[in-house]
């Protein structure tokens, strides 16, 4: 199996957006985050165009990046939100759901910082110590050749968002 992470797209401003009482996780991506994010989605589809199911955090700027991401990539992959995703989830809570999706090929998962590195760096080396850093729209492949566990897995490219417009 393949795993495509993706960091969500850039949203309105944190600050201002908790200074009119809403809601972070009803925080949406911004239109210039939209935009960025259109290209950075056609990248990644190119570099990983066979996703056969698309998870994301329950967080509206993270539903949005996926929607984005979904719009460029052929065929039909099945989406749906995974709570585990979430801000305060675990990389373990998500290695157990990504194990339910074991029979597919690739599944892509958005979600946030520093959530997206803890992960990357539970699957990749059986700790949540962060080495990876994941900037909003970054997207990275990881590659479990043998099984789907901790420490299992290969990172087999990292694409900050920057290196998106130079991909063709």
Known sequence: MRLLLVRHAIAEDRIAWAAQGHDDLERPVSAAGRKRMRRIAETLAWLEPEIDV???SPAKRCVESAQI?????PGEPRFQT???????????????RLKAHRQANAVAMVGHEP????????LLAGDE??????KKGAGALL??????AAGA???RWLVPPALSRHIE
């Open 54 to 56: 698309l998870l994301s």
């Open 69 to 73: 991401l979904l719009a460029s990539l």
């Open 82 to 96: 995974l709570p585990e995703l979430a801000p305060d989830g675990s990389p373990a809570a998500v290695l157990q």
């Open 115 to 122: 959530n997206l590195s803890r992960l990357a760096a539970f």
């Open 129 to 134: 110590r962060s080495f990876v850093e994941m």
């Open 143 to 148: 590659d479990f050749p043998v099984r789907v």
């Open 153 to 155: 897995a290969v990172l």
